[in-house]
């Protein structure tokens, strides 16, 4: 969506009006990074390594300035501090020799292919594309350590500033572990396999920079945070945070693959050194989705090891995992995910006896970092498969098994402190059993699964179930906040307001933000909802949002434009016109985990969910299909119930992809199949046939008008559901996905082997 004020909503909370930018989404005439490029740009290329690990030797840039076209070449020795880092400053902005030496890395190592080593700036993209070409390069070849098993002896550092590969690791130490073995009359042990997964936007990376009227780098782009894109700018060009601007324009796309850095800082340094020079044009940069698959992060790929005790009436005894993530070269947001996927292994149940060591691992591959479910998808497919496999053991019901088993308000979590009050997971444990209904739906007509002949004796049907939780907001301490502010415009004599506008961050990553917050505007100040306009995600004009992350922005936009709200009315009462309120919200406080124990209270709110999902499966040919899910969730208030559906929908096709088909190949350092054409995302004939989307509201004492967070909710429970489903449907545990059909008629051979 463009920063400038939008087109009028119509409804308050609870209503569900059309979108206002759904029109210009539709039609295409909504303006994305990549449209409306000023006539007289420039062209930046970015230059990528293709090394996963090599020292630079030599950088010659002569024969590549020499081209026609090419206005300037810029390299490491251009970046004032040569480092950068959402979470960690640990990746050179540009691989290269000479550069300031203000930074911890070292600059002329590269550790992963996409490592960025010149911008080329030019007139066109032939020529820029052509001095890409004829840069000179010589490279040392480095050892490689491409795979968990090989980063951990630490026989090569990916980052010796660190010491070790195991850069990050966490603990969980509950209870005692030798009572809760001693008790457990049944023990479920598995090693999983967890993949990468590439976020496949709508749109790739695009952005345009300039100098602004005002004397400031402007960078106008996609992304989740624009207050931390700015912080980050500025720390690497070495400049004060006023000096440089961030907007973004509409976003297609982001599930956490923009909230890391890709063009901002480059497209920054581009304007600032394109103005040094005297030249004032606009310079913008598009990626292919080549360059974009190749050159941003992915879902971490992990190794999990789990052992779960339980007594022959199902009460959990001990729960024990070792958790692997695969950080890939640079951290990103791995230490962040790592807690995630640290609290869910796990599973939302009361645990008496825990024991979890998780940690965060340097390799030379793609790095990971967020994206949609934020380490909760690995953790709790371990968690809920274990919880399945133990319902098998015991002949158990498996819903039965969760009803025993859950989190309930009250309840010490696996850091042993009490779970923020509003705990529903048993009553979306029972929503969801009584939507799914005793018995599975009746068969669906007969129809092939795939184009390949089949046998209908051939196709087994089953039934799996999963739940879970995922935090709302930032954990482990990190600072909360979001700011929001609200004009009230009338005449003086006006008992009321006659318009309201809402100046806020919060990035429309898709998901309907934008949308939400001028309807909670209008529940929060009583104005007509036709006569509520925002302006969004602009640093010049908006407060710091944070992230649009976390299944958050909701939540923290709407206690931040109630208390905005406020703060206006106190004005409008005081007779100012416009009458302003500012605000800046901040949640309860969370903890640190003790580094030993685990102890702490990690997150202030939660959402959460359980899914019951129907699939078919032909032995035959190893295809799968799903006919039916049912997706239940606590979303404490939903602000749009549409907007709520198409996230519950849409998650569940993205987690569909992810445990279906999305098979992203790294091998030696480097993604082999960086194409849609060869990464398969599902196609709208791929997708589950059924989806029943059954939302409660049961309020977060915390959330505005009782709201939580949901975006993704639906996405996490999937994988285990599905593969508890094929186990229902075929007796084959599959500890690993996806399940593409070669995999899945391998299991099913394994298995007849083995009986």
């Not at 995922?470 to 415009?489: D, M, Q, T, Y």
Request: glycine residues 10%; proline residues 6%.
């Amino acid at each position: 969506m463009t920063p400038e004020s939008t087109a009028a909503a119509a409804g308050g909370v609870g209503a569900a009006p059309i979108r206002f930018d759904a029109h210009g989404k539709v039609t295409g005439t909504a303006r994305y990074p990549a449209d409306g490029v000023p006539a007289n740009a420039l062209v930046a290329k970015v230059v990528f390594s293709n090394q996963p690990h090599a020292r630079m030797l030599t950088m010659d840039t002569t024969a590549a300035k020499a081209i026609e076209g090419v206005v300037t070449i810029l390299t490491a020795a251009d970046v004032a501090v040569n480092e950068y880092g959402l979470t960690l400053f640990d990746q050179p902005v540009l691989i290269g020799l000479n550069d300031t030496g203000r930074s911890a890395v070292a600059a002329d190592v590269s550790r992963w292919e996409a490592d960025k080593i010149a911008i080329i700036i030019a007139e066109t993209s032939e020529a820029a594309n052509d001095a890409a070409a004829a840069l000179e390069v010589t490279w040392e070849q480095l050892p490689l350590v491409d795979t968990l098993d090989a980063a951990r002896t630490d026989a090569t550092l990916v980052h010796p500033e660190a010491g070790t590969n195991t850069y990050s690791e966490l603990r969980i130490r509950k209870g005692d572990m030798d009572a809760g073995w001693a008790e457990a009359d049944v023990v479920i042990e598995g090693t999983y396999q967890l993949p990468h997964q590439e976020h496949a936007y709508l749109q790739v990376e695009a952005a345009t920079s300039w100098i602004d009227d005002e004397g400031r780098i402007t960078v106008e782009t996609s992304g989740q945070w624009t207050h931390e894109d700015r912080e980050q700018i500025a720390h690497a060009l070495d400049l004060d945070e006023e000096a440089v601007r961030v907007r973004y324009a509409a976003i297609g796309g982001a599930f956490g693959g923009k909230e890391d850095m890709t063009l901002q800082i480059v497209m920054a340094l581009a304007a600032q050194k394109l103005h040094e020079l005297g030249i004032d044009r606009p310079v913008h940069c598009s990626w292919s989705r080549e360059e974009s698959i190749v050159g941003h992060h992915k879902r971490h790929r992990a190794t999990i090891h789990a052992r779960l005790g339980a007594s022959a009436t199902g009460r959990i005894t001990a729960v024990e995992a070792e958790v692997l993530l695969d950080a890939g070269a640079y951290n990103y947001t791995s230490n962040k995910v790592l807690g995630n996927a640290h609290l869910s292994v796990g599973g939302a149940y009361d645990i008496p006896n825990a024991h979890i060591d998780s940690s965060a691992i340097y390799t030379h591959s793609v790095p990971g970092g967020a994206f949609r479910g934020f380490g909760g998808p690995q953790g709790s497919f371990v968690a809920e498969t274990q919880m399945n496999k133990l319902a098998a053991a015991l002949d158990m019901d498996p819903v039965e098994l969760r009803r025993i088993n859950t989190l309930r308000d009250g309840s010490a979590g696996i850091t042993q402190s009490i779970m923020p009050a509003g705990v529903t997971l048993p009553e979306v444990i029972d929503a969801c059993a009584e939507a799914a209904g005793p018995e599975p739906a009746p068969a669906p007509p007969f129809q092939p699964i795939a184009s390949l002949p089949e046998d209908p004796a051939a196709v087994k049907r089953g039934r799996g179930f999963a739940a879970g939780y995922k935090n709302v907001g930032f954990s482990f301490g990190f600072p909360e906040r979001c700011e929001a502010e609200i004009h009230l415009h009338g005449e003086a004599d006006d008992e009321v307001p006659t318009s309201a506008e809402v100046f806020h961050s919060g990035a429309e990553v898709g998901q309907g933000m934008h949308q939400a917050a001028l309807q909670m505007t209008a529940e929060a100040t009583g104005v007509a909802p036709e006569k509520v306009t925002g302006t969004f995600s602009d640093t010049a004009s908006t407060g710091d949002s944070g992230s649009a992350s976390a299944s958050r922005l909701s939540w923290m936009a709407g206690n931040s434009i109630l208390g905005a709200a406020e703060e206006a009315d106190k004005a409008w009462r005081d007779g100012e016109r416009p009458a302003i309120g500012t605000f800046r919200f901040t949640p309860p406080p969370t903890d640190e985990l003790d580094p030993e124990t685990g102890v702490g209270q990690p997150n202030f709110a939660y959402g959460y969910m359980a899914q019951t999902i129907e699939v078919s499966v032909d032995t035959g040919t190893g295809h799968i299909r799903v006919d039916r899910v049912v997706s239940t969730h606590d979303v404490g208030r939903a602000i749009n119930p549409e907007l709520v559906k198409g996230q519950v929908e849409g998650a569940v096709v993205q987690a569909h992809g992810y445990v279906m088909s999305e098979n992203l190949v790294v091998e030696g350092g480097r993604i082999q199949n960086p194409r849609l054409s060869q990464y398969l995302i599902p196609g709208i004939g791929d997708v589950p046939e059924h989806v029943e989307s059954v939302i409660l509201e049961l309020a977060d004492p915390l959330g505005p008008w009782g709201v939580r967070g949901m975006a993704e909710m639906p996405y996490i429970t999937y994988a285990p559901a599905v593969i508890a489903a094929v186990h229902d449907a075929t007796g084959v545990w599959f500890n690993e996905f996806p399940l593409t059909p070669s995999r899945v008629l391998a299991g099913l051979r394994a298995h007849r082997e083995l009986r």
